[in-house]
């Protein structure tokens, strides 16, 4: 699996959410709605996720495991810091 594009969105209210992400992988399949979230140990990834009826939010789309998250996150968080410093 090759992610071959991510494209940031960055988020201009304030808060924990700094920017909106889509990743397209081998070029034939998108997920969009990746969250990139300030959080107290630095930033991190959010798969996109709904509300459940019984409030709790389940992730829609999601790595089956750990090596694989963290290759998203990486790919993920290095694009948005690119992003982030080309803006100023």
């Given at each position: 699996?090759?992610?071959?594009?991510?494209?940031?969105?960055?988020?201009?209210?304030?808060?924990?959410?700094?920017?909106?992400?889509?990743?397209?992988?081998?070029?034939?399949?998108?997920?969009?709605?990746?969250?990139?979230?300030?959080?107290?140990?630095?930033?991190?990834?959010?798969?996109?996720?709904?509300?459940?009826?019984?409030?709790?939010?389940?992730?829609?789309?999601?790595?089956?495991?750990?090596?694989?998250?963290?290759?998203?996150?990486?790919?993920?968080?290095?694009?948005?810091?690119?992003?982030m410093e080309a803006e100023e």
């Open positions: 699996m090759q992610i071959t594009d991510v494209r940031v969105r960055k988020v201009e209210k304030e808060g924990k959410m700094k920017a909106v992400v889509s990743i397209t992988i081998d070029e034939e399949f998108v997920v969009h709605d990746i969250k990139v979230i300030e959080g107290e140990k630095g930033l991190f990834i959010a798969m996109p996720s709904r509300k459940a009826a019984d409030g709790e939010y389940r992730d829609i789309a999601h790595p089956i495991n750990s090596d694989t998250r963290e290759k998203i996150q990486r790919l993920i968080l290095d694009r948005y810091r690119e992003t």
